[in-house]
T-cell receptor, first 116, second 113 residues
Framework: AQSVTQPDIHITVSEGASLELRCNYS??????LFWYVQSPGQGLQLLLK????DTLVQGIKGFEAEFKRSQSSFNLRKPSVHWSDAAEYFC??????????????WGLGTSLAVNP | ETGVTQTPRHLVMGMTNKKSLKCEQH?????MYWYKQSAKKPLELMFV???????ENNSVPSRFSPECPNSSHLFLHLHTLQPEDSALYLC????????????FGQGTRLTVV
């Protein structure tokens, strides 16, 4: 079955430190890949996406992610975390489900806390 | 401002009540979605509408009834809910069903008492 794994349920980093959130997926072909962020009491906001091409993707708020086909991974990174980055981060993959349709499959999320 | 607006933001209802959640998108998208977000569970896709037609119903109980009068509006009608239906209900839209870059509303926090 297709699945998305975010191994870290909760991560705490200090402000200014670097960050890497892990995401692994289980799917035969390369799906579309996404990272979303959800601040407390808010909906989900798209940080970045990968469809094809350059495997290093730049997103909003200084985030980037790297697609590694050999590892079926799409890890999210930020070189210097800000206190406002504290939120829940969701990885999602979208394999084909037939025709031109894709279906989003979501990870359970990683909760990020930032210490001052 | 995400372009997708949900009302109300919070709702408390009894198990015998009938209420509706509303979603409106200002992005010119043709596909709209209802998701349920519960603690410790992945996001659950409930319903999909593409060009006002329901294209997906993921085994959602009949006490949840969606309505899509046009491509900009989506409703979720609720009746005789159970306490386990308490969750954050998120509406999303995308340009088309095949393109899954979805834009989300802020959600309605529903509590069933």
């Amino acid at each position: 079955a297709q699945s998305v794994t975010q191994p870290d349920i909760h991560i705490t980093v200090s402000e200014g430190a670097s960050l890497e959130l892990r995401c692994n997926y289980s799917y035969g072909a390369t799906p579309y890949l996404f990272w979303y962020v959800q601040s407390p009491g808010q909906g989900l906001q798209l940080l970045l996406k990968y469809f094809s091409g350059d495997t290093l993707v730049q997103g909003i708020k200084g985030f980037e992610a790297e697609f590694k086909r050999s590892q079926s991974s799409f890890n999210l990174r930020k070189p210097s975390v800000h206190w406002s980055d504290a939120a829940e981060y969701f990885c999602a993959v979208a394999p084909f489900i037939g025709g031109n349709n894709r279906k989003l499959i979501w990870g359970l999320g990683t909760s990020l806390a930032v210490n001052p | 401002e995400t372009g997708v607006t949900q009302t109300p933001r919070h709702l408390v209802m009894g198990m015998t009540n009938k209420k509706s959640l509303k979603c409106e998108q200002h992005l010119g998208h043709n596909a709209m979605y209802w998701y349920k977000q519960s603690a410790k569970k992945p996001l659950e896709l409930m319903f999909v509408y593409n060009f006002k037609e329901q294209t997906e119903n993921n085994s959602v109980p009949s006490r949840f009834s969606p309505e899509c009068p046009n491509s900009s509006h989506l409703f979720l009608h609720l009746h005789t809910l159970q306490p386990e239906d308490s969750a954050l209900y998120l509406c999303a839209s995308s340009q088309a069903r095949g393109l899954t870059e979805a834009f989300f509303g802020q959600g309605t926090r529903l509590t069933v008492v």
